[in-house]
């Protein structure tokens, strides 16, 4: 407004515009009287005003000074109006300014106590502090020092009560504000815009000084408001808290203190005042810092972790303020504020951070230079040793809160140390405090039972193509004791890698090695502490944040060298029998997880799968743990949570390889030597958890070196793998793991590998025939992991031919009609499957057995006799060699796996025929054996091989199982349909009902496979026809049509007929009346069990009845 | 006994062939290499540190390599083949070069020996192309020393080994042949100093200690022989030991006299105390002939390894009796 309008700028035209408004309201003040006044005071220009100063403001302190009581509306409009007058002018006279800082005091103030705020609207109090504020300001010169003379110090001392009581007290936050900006006016602390008076260090003294009178009443009440109420928002707060700090700043600084006191004797003219004056001498100055300290304990405790970062921000700023200045004579708070400040490092405010990082550098930086430096570092060291002591307590009993901030502070005090650490570990009193609070904070709770109930089963060590990001996604999360917050374990473990980042590395694994080896309670903890040491010095997930605070002082002292020196001992620990061979199963649990799977249902209908390529489910038994478990102690001692703490500590020690390898990089390569085997032999493991961590584990290694996948990392090292395998054969009874390494090698690479493992697989075929009764079950399952693989790498093409039956489905109406050409296919048919083609073939089977194995690997060197067999069909045939010795080894659980590494044999050797007929033949006695007179279980195994090999040698087999098969399953199958058909549906449940599932899913294909002749067909028709009775299960009706099927692809009339026999939907009436009509048992023949199904096939399989009404039968 | 048999530290694998010889060389360069000959003519250089084979050398066109060596002070393999060749190999800065080559015309198995005379020349002996030929050259030069036949017929020459006494002016050598004798020859008078019958069948193998002038034989029977040369030059034999199965590839005796290895025809090495012939160790690992032996001539004590090669295509490295050392 003023700008707009013309100011007057003439003092005689201002003053005789004034006038008449002063006089007016010196006689009866109102308060439109003061608003003219005040209205006509703003067409007055600045300099014109200032002259006018003293004649304006004399009505107004009139009115002010008028006895009696005054409306608040009154004084509200004198104050602001005085307001205007005092923000663009300045006072000049000391009277003015003595004069009207009592006058506004007294507006504020109750009549009786001068230190008490009067009942007064906040919009008076509001004006009359804005007046104060602004009459503060407006003191010009060196008048504003007379203030603190020590004849003031009654009325400095009630204005500061006031003033205090109105931030206290005050229920409006405006007001608590202004009052609180006005205190720091008046003690010439204010940080406003404005312009303001720099004091000389004399003046700063006697400001000082004067101060000191007040200080206790300031900050007691100040720190009471920091304290107080949360209410009252941050802004109330982040002002108290500049007020204490100033004001303390202020009063002890240290350059006024070292300067020393001048001798201020007191005027004798003082009287009762010179009782108010303080002489800053040592001891007062000392007791003022304790009672000071423990303010700012509280107030640093309360607004430390603030839920407002600009209160934290302001807390930043009191503790430089206070560590700039009075770093001496505040001796003992030098403690508590580095610890806000430390604390503060981690903030998770960004700005709040930023400027604790460069408060904490100017700190460190002028300790550094100063002598004290020593004493600085002490302070640290001894503030981290006294946290670290009650670290474990404040972790048991805080919130996570609370907990994050002690371990801000505690890895802050560790950022601010930085290169010190190392010599602050030196000490051992200090080394030892830490690593115990890290030891009790980290004990991780080992109470899940989960953790050793999960299993691997070999389809999850299987999938190796899965990316390294699920496996890491799948990390399970731990649980420890005192805390459940990630960020709090995230915390610590950055407070690790810190140690590790400026400790001494060879100390620090040495101590904690020790703590390892000591207690097995430590065990974990410090394996975990370990790794993020390791990972620390090698500077990964520390740098960076590091280099804010000491770049330019501190480099990397870690040596590549010292670290592969570190890395060395801690691993050897690590993979040492006693901490690496734990036990992880309870033996109980094992046996009756392997009886489960054994009768686990899926196992059975996979027997219809035909499609021998690709057999992906397994049911691999691993005999491992349960026949050689774990040679140290007997499961039976063994409680669950010690198997949990068992599986925790092996995850651990994986990682902590994993970080090792990123410590070093491409420099671990030398060092896989070693670590590659314990790593993959956890990679076996059965417990899930282990097994994972070992893949995760994996993964990292071969990031860490460099190495592409998994698969290159282990054909790349295998031959280091191979010789610690070759030699572990050798002593099964010490390393009863060998075979599974060998397992995981097969599962995760590819044909590559096989010329390496050549000598391998000959090891351990000789292990094998060295001592059958022992190792057998060891070894079967590596036998079944390399055929798996096997066939896996070469692909059979026995899955291409099985599909390409398929389309044959629907016969089509060309070859039905096609009389001749199925008459003459027909003929050769009948007469093959009379044995006619065959029969020679037999014969030479007879006089020459097939030639011994071994030839093919060892024969290398001598002279060619044949042409040598690949690689991978002569290791196929040594293993199916052996197969046919164990196939009637006396445990079940033994026949079983050798029945499944048989039919992966066949499914490998089918490519090639001359090789798998011979064996085929070899091995047919004792699987005869296993179909005919074993146990439900091994006939079932055994079926699916037999499968399997029709498959791959159909006509080769159709005479041995039309002669000693086929009677024996199709009576089994017609004694069983009694019992089923009346069977409830507990049935389904049982062993019978399995094998006859699984022998009616197979059947169809294999009778199609073996192209079987017309008896055997009809035994298999008769013995198949009770289940397509709807009073059978409904799934055996199924495989019952699926028999059907397969069968009528064989022989279609025939079929044609049975079904028609059984029931027929509709009668034939021959084309030419010399033909006889035709008559079938089927029809006319009511509805009964059958007719659904045979309706359902004839439907299927010949198209509608309709159509098959006018096709002539032949 | 009472110790479990030790196990190999590491094996080396993938030599693809029978390993008929085996050396170290750990005196130059950070990385202790071991020279491998195999039955397929590769020469492997083995990496001690990353345990793999760093090159493959291939000079004698798929013949069978009978013996490797290294000229001392400089980066020279000499290697002997069965394509009757000794080919000398320049090894220094990576390369991997035939220098120079001398033919032999022995088809036998008879391993050559080297004596280092002063700094660059050597003595390198090889069985000539009669029999009972023995020929000495000087290398590099390839200037034939002398040949040596004896007088009476003593069958193919099996194995010989040269050096150089402390008192005797020229150097003498030893030599082992079909009949089971054994002769001494001085090299420079070029006559035959002393004779003894030490086996009934060819003697196989030999090694000698110029320390305590002592030696010890063995042949495709059960003994080894020891024997020893008195003061006058003279071959005294001495109690032999007997071991369980018969046949030895190689004897090879510890620098520092302390230990013999040989390598049987049983699939072990057998170690004995060097004094006394005291057997000490069996060592079981390889499952087919072991055909050689070798010491480290490591400078650290500790890291002296055994090495023995196989026609089962390994090679093991075993850490045994070192003092101080893990002994697996």
């Not at chain 1, 005091?105 to 602004?134: I, M, N, W």
């Not at chain 1, 202020?250 to 004056?277: I, K, N, Y």
Request: charged share 20%; hydrophobic share 40%; net charge negative.
């Amino acid at each position: 407004m003023p700008t707009i309008m013309h100011q007057i700028s003439d003092p005689k035209i201002a003053f005789a515009y004034l006038r008449p408004a002063c006089v007016l309201l010196t006689k009866a003040p109102t308060v439109t009287d003061v608003e003219t006044l005040s209205a006509q005071l703003k067409e007055i220009d600045d300099a014109t005003l200032q002259q006018l100063q003293e004649y304006v403001l004399f009505p107004l302190r009139f009115v002010l000074k008028v006895p009696g009581t005054k409306k608040d509306k009154l004084v509200q409009a004198v104050a602001e109006a005085m307001s205007h007058v005092l923000e663009t002018t300045c006072v000049q006279s000391w009277e003015t300014l003595r004069d009207l800082l009592s006058e506004l005091c007294l507006c504020l103030c109750t009549p009786t106590d001068p230190g008490k705020p009067a009942e007064t609207s906040e919009e008076l109090k509001s004006a009359v502090l804005r007046c104060l504020d602004a009459l503060l300001h407006a003191a010009y010169g060196d008048i504003i020092f007379k203030l603190f003379e020590p004849i003031m110090l009654p009325g400095i001392g009630s204005a500061i009560s006031l003033l205090l009581a109105l931030g206290e007290k005050e229920r409006s936050r405006d007001v608590q504000l202004a009052a609180l900006k006005c205190l720091q006016a008046l003690t010439l602390q204010c940080d406003c815009t404005q312009e303001h008076v720099v004091p000389s260090s004399q003046e700063r003294g006697a400001l000082g000084s004067t101060m000191a009178s007040f200080l206790p009443g300031i900050t007691m009440a100040v720190s009471r408001i920091i304290t107080g109420d949360l209410r009252h928002g941050h802004a109330v707060t982040v002002r108290a808290i500049k007020v204490w700090y100033r004001t303390v700043g202020l009063v002890m600084e240290d350059a006024q203190l070292q300067a020393g006191e001048p001798c201020r004797t007191a005027p004798p003219d003082l009287g009762r005042v010179s009782q108010l004056m303080v002489h800053r001498s040592q001891d007062w100055v000392k007791s003022t810092a304790g009672r000071l300290s423990s303010l700012l304990k509280k107030i640093i405790s309360c607004s430390s972790a603030h839920q407002h970062w600009r209160v934290r921000l302001e807390m930043v700023e009191l503790g430089e303020h206070l560590l700039a200045r009075c770093s001496r004579s505040l001796g003992e708070c030098v403690g508590l504020l580095l610890e806000a400040l430390v604390g503060a490092v981690n903030d998770e405010e960004p700005r709040v951070r930023k400027r604790c990082e460069v408060v904490l550098r100017e700190v460190s930086q002028r300790n550094q230079s100063r002598s004290s430096a020593q004493t600085f570092t002490d302070i640290l060291s001894e503030n981290l040793h006294s946290l670290a002591t009650s670290l474990p307590r404040l972790m048991r009993t805080s919130d996570d809160q609370k907990k994050l901030f002690v371990l801000n502070v505690f890895l802050g005090y560790l950022k601010v140390l930085g290169s010190q650490v190392s010599v602050v570990l030196n000490s051992a009193a200090h080394l030892q405090r830490i690593s115990k609070a890290l030891m009790q904070v980290l004990e991780l709770d080992v109470m899940d039972v989960r953790i050793v109930e999960e299993r691997s089963y070999a389809a999850t060590i299987e999938t190796s193509s899965d990316s390294y990001h699920s496996y890491a996604a799948r990390i399970q999360r731990r649980h420890f004791l005192y805390f459940t917050d990630e960020k709090i374990f995230s915390l610590l473990m950055e407070i690790c890698r810190t140690l590790g980042y400026y400790g001494n590395i060879y100390l620090l694994t040495d101590h904690f090695l020790d703590l390892y080896q000591q207690s097995s309670a430590y065990r974990k903890q410090a394996a975990m502490v370990l790794n993020e040491i390791v990972r620390g010095a090698a500077g990964i997930s520390v740098a960076t944040e590091a280099q804010g605070l000491e770049s330019q002082v501190w480099g990397k002292s870690v040596t590549q060298d010292d670290l592969k020196v570190a890395v060395v001992s801690i691993m050897e620990e690590y993979t040492s029998l006693n901490n690496w061979h734990l036990i992880t199963v309870s033996e109980e649990a094992e046996r009756d997880r392997q009886d489960q799977q054994l009768l686990s249902p899926s196992s059975l209908l996979s027997i219809s799968n035909s499609n021998v390529g690709c057999h992906t489910q397994t049911n691999s038994i691993q005999e491992i743990s349960s026949s050689f478990g774990s040679q140290s102690s007997s499961p039976s001692t063994s409680a669950l949570h010690q198997l949990n703490s068992n599986i925790w500590q092996l995850c651990i020690q994986l990682e902590g390889i994993a970080c090792f390898a990123q410590a070093l990089g491409r420099d671990f390569r030398p060092l896989l030597m070693t670590s590659l085997y314990p790593v993959l032999e956890k990679a076996g493991e059965e417990t899930l958890l282990v097994s994972q961590a070992a893949l995760g584990s994996m993964w990292d290694i071969s990031k860490a070196c460099g190495y592409p996948s998994l698969k290159e990392l282990i054909t790349e090292n295998c031959d280091y793998l191979l010789n610690d395998i070759s030699l572990n054969l050798q002593r099964l009874s010490q390393h009863p793991q060998a075979p599974r390494v060998l397992t995981v090698m097969l599962t995760h690479s590819d044909c590559s590998l096989l010329p390496l493992i050549g000598d391998i697989v000959q090891d351990v075929l000789m292990a094998l025939d060295l001592s059958y009764q022992h190792t057998a079950a060891l070894f079967c399952s590596v036998l079944h992991a390399l055929l798996k693989a096997l066939a896996r790498w070469f692909p059979s093409n026995s899955s291409r031919t099985s599909n390409s039956v398929r389309p044959k489905q629907n016969p089509t109406h060309e070859e039905l009609f096609n009389i001749r050409q199925f008459m003459l296919d027909h003929q050769k048919e009948k007469e093959l499957a009379e044995g006619i083609g065959i029969e020679d073939d037999l014969e030479d089977l007879n006089e020459n057995p097939p030639p011994l194995e071994c030839e093919d690997v060892d024969d290398i060197g001598g002279p060619d006799v044949k042409a040598e067999l690949p690689l991978h069909l002569s290791v196929t045939k040594d293993i199916m060699e052996r197969c046919i010795h164990l196939l009637s080894d006396p445990s079940l659980r033994l026949r079983l796996k050798v029945l499944d590494v048989l039919e992966l044999c066949v499914c490998v050797l089918s490519e090639k025929e001359n090789e798998l007929l011979p064996m085929a033949h070899r091995c047919w006695p004792p699987l005869l054996q296993r179909l005919t007179a074993d146990d439900p279980l091994a006939v079932l195994r055994a079926f699916r091989v037999l499968c399997t090999l029709g498959e791959t040698c159909g006509d080769f087999l159709r005479r041995r199982v039309s002669k000693e098969v086929l009677p024996k399953l199709s009576s089994s199958l017609l004694r069983q349909a009694l019992t089923s058909a009346k069977a409830g549906p507990v049935y389904t449940h049982t062993l019978n009902y399995k094998l006859q599932l699984a022998v009616l899913q197979g059947l169809g294909s294999l009778c199609q496979r073996l192209s079987l002749g017309d008896a055997e067909l009809d035994a298999v028709c008769e013995a198949c026809l009770p289940y397509l009775s709807c009073r059978q299960p409904i799934r055996l009706q199924e495989a019952a049509i699926s028999v059907f099927q397969h069968l009528i692809q064989v022989d279609p009339d025939g079929f044609w007929f049975t079904l028609n026999e059984l029931h027929c939907p509709s009668s034939y009436i021959p084309p030419h009346p010399d033909l006889h009509p035709i008559q079938l048992s089927g029809m006319g023949r009511a509805r009964d069990e059958f007719s659904d199904n045979a309706l359902r096939l004839l439907r299927e399989e010949f198209g509608s009845a309709a159509e098959t009404e006018e096709q002539p039968v032949s | 006994m009472s110790r479990p048999a030790p196990s190999p530290i590491f094996t080396l694998r993938g030599a693809g062939a029978p390993l008929n010889t085996l050396h170290f060389s750990c005196h130059g360069g950070d990385t202790p290499l071991l020279f491998s000959g195999s039955g397929k003519g590769a020469i492997h250089m083995w990496n001690l540190n990353t345990r793999r084979a760093e090159t493959v050398a291939e000079g004698h066109s798929g013949n069978s390599v009978v013996w490797v060596n290294t000229l001392q002070g400089t980066d020279t393999l000499i290697s002997q083949g069965r394509d009757m060749r000794v080919c000398l190999w320049d090894l220094s800065e990576g390369r991997r070069a035939v220098l120079d080559s001398l033919w032999t015309g022995s088809v036998g198995f008879c391993q050559c020996s080297l004596l280092e005379m002063s700094t660059g020349t050597h003595l390198l002996a090889f069985a000539g192309q009669q029999t009972e030929e023995i020929k000495i050259v000087e290398l590099p030069s390839k200037t034939p020393v002398c040949t040596l036949v004896p007088d009476a017929k003593l069958g193919m020459i099996m194995c010989i080994k040269l050096w150089q006494p402390d008192s005797g002016p020229g150097p003498l050598l030893l030599a082992g042949y079909e009949d089971g004798s054994l002769l001494l020859w001085d090299v420079t008078q070029r006559a035959q100093l002393s004779q003894t019958k030490a086996h009934p069948e060819p003697v196989m193998c030999l090694t000698f200690d110029p320390q305590c002038l002592r030696g010890v034989s063995g042949s495709s029977e059960k003994d080894l022989c020891s024997w020893r040369l008195d003061g006058q030059n003279n071959l005294q034999l001495q109690d032999s030991v007997t071991l369980v199965n018969p046949g030895v590839s190689q004897l090879c005796v510890r620098g520092d006299g302390k230990l013999l290895a040989s390598a049987g025809w049983d699939h072990r090495v057998r170690i004995f105390g060097w004094k006394k012939l005291r057997p000490l160790a069996v060592l079981q690992y390889h499952t087919d002939l072991v055909l050689s032996v070798a010491f480290s001539d490591h400078q650290d004590p500790r890291q002296r390894l055994l090495a023995a090669g196989s026609k089962d295509q390994r090679i093991s490295l075993w850490s045994i009796f070192n003092e101080g050392a893990d002994t697996g």
